[in-house]
């Protein structure tokens, strides 16, 4: 399973990203998909998260109501659109994948991640 992650950039705060983490290799039916953020020095935290067929989503507190996980099966990406960006926002954003159950909070839930692509929020 590769996971190819992009969309990040330098945006002002208040404003809008769309991150996108395009999939490939092996049937995606079975996994779920998760948005993780990163900044020096702190653990990996988690965003947000769907499950693959049922689009049953999962989100942080601190991005609920300003962040939206989507997916597209026939092209096999999820999307983190990120609206009101705040500069805590700021990150390296990875993507992950997950079998079937177990929860979709925690980094060692997910078995594939992709190389991170990073959202700047300037105030």
Same mark, same amino acid.
């Given at each position: 399973?590769?996971?190819?992650?992009?969309?990040?950039?330098?945006?002002?705060?208040?404003?809008?990203?769309?991150?996108?983490?395009?999939?490939?290799? #092996? =049937?995606?039916?079975?996994?779920?998909?998760? %948005?993780?953020?990163?900044?020096?020095?702190?653990? #990996?935290?988690?965003?947000?998260?769907?499950? %693959?067929?049922?689009? =049953?989503?999962?989100?942080?507190?601190?991005?609920?109501? #300003?962040?939206?996980?989507?997916?597209?099966?026939?092209?096999?990406? /999820?999307?983190?659109?990120?609206?009101?960006?705040?500069?805590?926002?700021?990150?390296?954003?990875?993507?992950?994948?997950?079998?079937?159950?177990?929860?979709?909070?925690?980094?060692?839930?997910?078995?594939? %991640?992709?190389?991170?692509?990073?959202? =700047? /929020?300037?105030?």
């Amino acid at each position: 399973v590769q996971l190819q992650a992009s969309g990040g950039g330098l945006v002002q705060a208040g404003g809008s990203l769309r991150l996108s983490c395009a999939a490939s290799g #092996r =049937t995606f039916s079975r996994y779920g998909m998760g %948005w993780f953020r990163q900044v020096p020095g702190k653990e #990996r935290e988690f965003v947000a998260a769907i499950s %693959w067929s049922g689009g =049953t989503t999962y989100y942080a507190d601190s991005v609920k109501g #300003r962040f939206t996980i989507s997916s597209d099966n026939a092209k096999n990406t /999820v999307y983190l659109q990120m609206n009101s960006l705040k500069p805590e926002d700021t990150a390296v954003y990875y993507c992950a994948a997950k079998g079937l159950g177990g929860n979709y909070y925690s980094v060692q839930e997910y078995d594939y %991640w992709g190389q991170g692509t990073l959202v =700047t /929020v300037s105030s």
